[in-house]
C-alpha cells in the first residue's frame, strides 16, 4: 500500500484507570461472576494491596471479569493484545490498557510495567497470551523469572478454573457453568522475590498454572447439556486416532467422526469422549491433543515437517481503528518458520518471514468474528497480519503445536533445551 498508514502507538505511557470508570467495570464484571457463582479463594493474601504483579491463566472473556472482582477496589493496567483495542483504543487506555502484539519481545512493553508498579497499581498479564485451546496451560514464556524480578513487587497467581468448560474456545456459546472456581495465590513476596533466582520464580509460576479443565469437570460432577456441546471440537482434534487422517475431522451436535473412515465419538455431559463403535482412543480431550502434538513433532525430528503453500487472504491492523484488506497471498511454514508473500490492493508485493527462533509459539483463531474462517496472527512490532488459509485441507492448530515443537527442538539443538512449561 502506497499511502502512509497511522501506526498504532505503543510507547504511550499507561493510564491510571480513571477515578469515574473504576465502578463501571466493576459493574459491568459482577453480574456474570454471580450468575457463574464463583468462588475465589485467597491463599497467602491476607493484607495485599498494591503494587503487584497478578499473573492470570487465559480461557475466556469472564477470567477479565473475575480477575477485577478478585482485585477490587484496587486499580490494575491489563495488557491487552491490539485486536482487543479495536474501535475502542481511548476507551481501553483510560481503563488501563496497555497494547502488545503477540508473541513478539517488546522492551516497551517491560517499561509500561514497570511505570505501573510505581503508580502503585496491579500490573495484570496474561502470560499464555491466547486462549487455551483445550483447557490445559499453554507455553509460558521464559522471561517471566526476570520480570517478576525486574518489577521487584509481589508475585501473584490468579488460576480460574470452569471457564473453558463454560465457553470453549473452539465453541464460544456459553454452556452455563456454575459455580466456577479461582485462586488468588501470593507466590512471592518481595523479600522471597530477592532471594530466589530468575529459574526458580519460573519453576514457582509454571507449577502454579499447571490446570485441566475437563479433570475439574470430572471431578466435580459438573455436567454440560448444550445439544451442540461438541460441534467445533474437530477445530483441536484435527487427526483421527483411528485411521491417523488429519483434516478430514467434523461434528455435530454432541458428537465427533472422522469423515475418512467414519468412525463416530460421543462428547458426554461429563466432557468425556467415547467411541460409539471399537475402542475408545482418547476419552480425555486433552490427551488426544497431546498426542497430536507427539505427531508433529515427529515430523519435526524427521525434518519433514511442511505445510505446502496455502493460498491465503491477508488482513493488517497496524492500528487500532479497523482491519485493512492487505491482499492475496499464499502462507508456508516449513522447518524453517512461516513465510507469507502476497501481492496488495495497489500491485506492491509483501512478505512476511517468521523464523523458527523468533516464536515460541504463535496465536490462532478458529472462525474469526464469525466470518473470515480460520486464521494465524503473525506479528512485527508495527504491525499485525491475520492470514487466512482458504480453499484447502489444513489445519490452524497444527500449525500451533508445529510452531512450539520447532522452536522446542531448535532450542535443544542449540544445548539449550526449554524447561518443561516454558519456552
Given at each position: 500500500?502506497?499511502?502512509?498508514i497511522?501506526?498504532?502507538?505503543?510507547k504511550?505511557?499507561?493510564?491510571?484507570?480513571?477515578w469515574?470508570?473504576?465502578?463501571?467495570?466493576?459493574?459491568?464484571?459482577?453480574?456474570?461472576?454471580?450468575t457463574h457463582?464463583?468462588?475465589?479463594?485467597r491463599i497467602?493474601a491476607?493484607?495485599?494491596k498494591?503494587?503487584?504483579?497478578?499473573?492470570?491463566n487465559?480461557?475466556a472473556f469472564?477470567?477479565?471479569k473475575?480477575?477485577?472482582k478478585a482485585?477490587?477496589?484496587h486499580?490494575?493496567?491489563?495488557?491487552?493484545?491490539i485486536?482487543?483495542?479495536?474501535?475502542?483504543?481511548?476507551?481501553?487506555?483510560?481503563?488501563?490498557?496497555?497494547?502488545?502484539?503477540?508473541f513478539t519481545?517488546?522492551i516497551?512493553?517491560?517499561?509500561q510495567?514497570?511505570?505501573?508498579?510505581?503508580?502503585?497499581d496491579?500490573?495484570?498479564i496474561y502470560?499464555?497470551?491466547?486462549?487455551?485451546?483445550?483447557?490445559t496451560?499453554a507455553?509460558l514464556p521464559?522471561?517471566?523469572?526476570?520480570?517478576?524480578?525486574?518489577?521487584?513487587?509481589?508475585?501473584?497467581?490468579?488460576?480460574?478454573?470452569g471457564?473453558?468448560?463454560?465457553?470453549?474456545?473452539?465453541?464460544?456459546?456459553?454452556r452455563?457453568?456454575?459455580?466456577?472456581?479461582a485462586?488468588?495465590?501470593?507466590?512471592f513476596?518481595?523479600?522471597e522475590?530477592?532471594a530466589?533466582?530468575?529459574?526458580?520464580?519460573n519453576?514457582?509460576?509454571?507449577?502454579?498454572?499447571?490446570?485441566?479443565?475437563?479433570?475439574?469437570?470430572?471431578?466435580?460432577?459438573?455436567?454440560?447439556?448444550?445439544?451442540?456441546?461438541?460441534?467445533?471440537?474437530?477445530?483441536?482434534?484435527y487427526q483421527?486416532?483411528?485411521?491417523q487422517?488429519?483434516?478430514?475431522?467434523?461434528?455435530?451436535?454432541?458428537?465427533?467422526?472422522?469423515?475418512?473412515?467414519?468412525?463416530?465419538w460421543?462428547?458426554t455431559e461429563?466432557?468425556?469422549l467415547?467411541?460409539?463403535?471399537?475402542?475408545?482412543?482418547?476419552?480425555?480431550?486433552?490427551?488426544?491433543y497431546?498426542w497430536e502434538?507427539?505427531?508433529?513433532?515427529r515430523e519435526?525430528?524427521?525434518?519433514?515437517?511442511?505445510?505446502g503453500?496455502?493460498?491465503?487472504?491477508?488482513?493488517?491492523?497496524?492500528?487500532?481503528?479497523?482491519?485493512l484488506?492487505?491482499?492475496?497471498?499464499?502462507l508456508r511454514?516449513?522447518m524453517n518458520g512461516?513465510t507469507?508473500?502476497?501481492?496488495?490492493?495497489?500491485g506492491?508485493?509483501?512478505?512476511?518471514?517468521?523464523?523458527?527462533?523468533?516464536?515460541?509459539?504463535?496465536?490462532?483463531?478458529?472462525?474469526y468474528l464469525g466470518k473470515?474462517g480460520?486464521?494465524?496472527d503473525?506479528?512485527?512490532?508495527e504491525d499485525?497480519w491475520?492470514?487466512?488459509?482458504?480453499d484447502?485441507?489444513?489445519?490452524?492448530?497444527?500449525?500451533?503445536l508445529?510452531?512450539?515443537?520447532?522452536?522446542f527442538?531448535?532450542?535443544?539443538?542449540?544445548?539449550?533445551?526449554?524447561?518443561?512449561g516454558?519456552?
Amino acid at each position: 500500500m502506497k499511502q502512509q498508514i497511522e501506526r498504532f502507538d505503543m510507547k504511550r505511557p499507561p493510564i491510571r484507570t480513571r477515578w469515574f470508570l473504576r465502578p463501571l467495570t466493576y459493574l459491568l464484571s459482577v453480574p456474570e461472576v454471580l450468575t457463574h457463582r464463583a468462588r475465589i479463594r485467597r491463599i497467602r493474601a491476607d493484607g495485599l494491596k498494591p503494587p503487584y504483579v497478578l499473573l492470570c491463566n487465559h480461557n475466556a472473556f469472564l477470567d477479565f471479569k473475575v480477575a477485577t472482582k478478585a482485585i477490587w477496589p484496587h486499580r490494575a493496567n491489563y495488557v491487552v493484545a491490539i485486536d482487543g483495542f479495536i474501535g475502542r483504543e481511548e476507551l481501553l487506555r483510560q481503563v488501563g490498557c496497555i497494547c502488545k502484539r503477540k508473541f513478539t519481545s517488546d522492551i516497551t512493553l517491560v517499561r509500561q510495567l514497570k511505570r505501573v508498579v510505581q503508580n502503585g497499581d496491579v500490573a495484570m498479564i496474561y502470560p499464555e497470551a491466547r486462549y487455551s485451546l483445550c483447557g490445559t496451560t499453554a507455553v509460558l514464556p521464559a522471561s517471566l523469572g526476570k520480570l517478576c524480578k525486574l518489577l521487584g513487587v509481589p508475585v501473584v497467581t490468579l488460576i480460574c478454573h470452569g471457564h473453558h468448560i463454560d465457553s470453549p474456545f473452539w465453541n464460544l456459546h456459553k454452556r452455563g457453568v456454575r459455580p466456577t472456581e479461582a485462586e488468588l495465590t501470593v507466590l512471592f513476596t518481595p523479600e522471597e522475590l530477592k532471594a530466589a533466582s530468575a529459574d526458580e520464580v519460573n519453576a514457582r509460576i509454571v507449577e502454579a498454572f499447571q490446570y485441566d479443565e475437563y479433570a475439574w469437570q470430572k471431578a466435580r460432577g459438573i455436567r454440560v447439556t448444550y445439544p451442540k456441546r461438541a460441534e467445533g471440537l474437530e477445530k483441536v482434534l484435527y487427526q483421527c486416532p483411528a485411521c491417523q487422517t488429519e483434516f478430514q475431522m467434523a461434528s455435530e451436535g454432541t458428537h465427533l467422526f472422522c469423515k475418512a473412515c467414519k468412525k463416530r465419538w460421543e462428547l458426554t455431559e461429563l466432557g468425556e469422549l467415547r467411541a460409539e463403535q471399537g475402542e475408545t482412543e482418547f476419552s480425555h480431550i486433552p490427551d488426544w491433543y497431546e498426542w497430536e502434538r507427539k505427531n508433529v513433532r515427529r515430523e519435526v525430528d524427521a525434518g519433514t515437517y511442511d505445510s505446502g503453500e496455502l493460498p491465503v487472504t491477508v488482513r493488517s491492523l497496524p492500528n487500532a481503528k479497523r482491519f485493512l484488506l492487505l491482499g492475496e497471498g499464499t502462507l508456508r511454514h516449513t522447518m524453517n518458520g512461516f513465510t507469507v508473500r502476497g501481492t496488495d490492493a495497489d500491485g506492491d508485493p509483501f512478505c512476511m518471514e517468521k523464523s523458527v527462533p523468533s516464536m515460541y509459539s504463535c496465536h490462532i483463531e478458529y472462525e474469526y468474528l464469525g466470518k473470515f474462517g480460520d486464521c494465524v496472527d503473525l506479528n512485527t512490532l508495527e504491525d499485525t497480519w491475520y492470514i487466512y488459509p482458504h480453499d484447502c485441507a489444513f489445519s490452524v492448530t497444527k500449525m500451533a503445536l508445529a510452531t512450539e515443537e520447532l522452536y522446542f527442538a531448535d532450542r535443544e539443538k542449540a544445548g539449550h533445551p526449554c524447561k518443561p512449561g516454558l519456552a
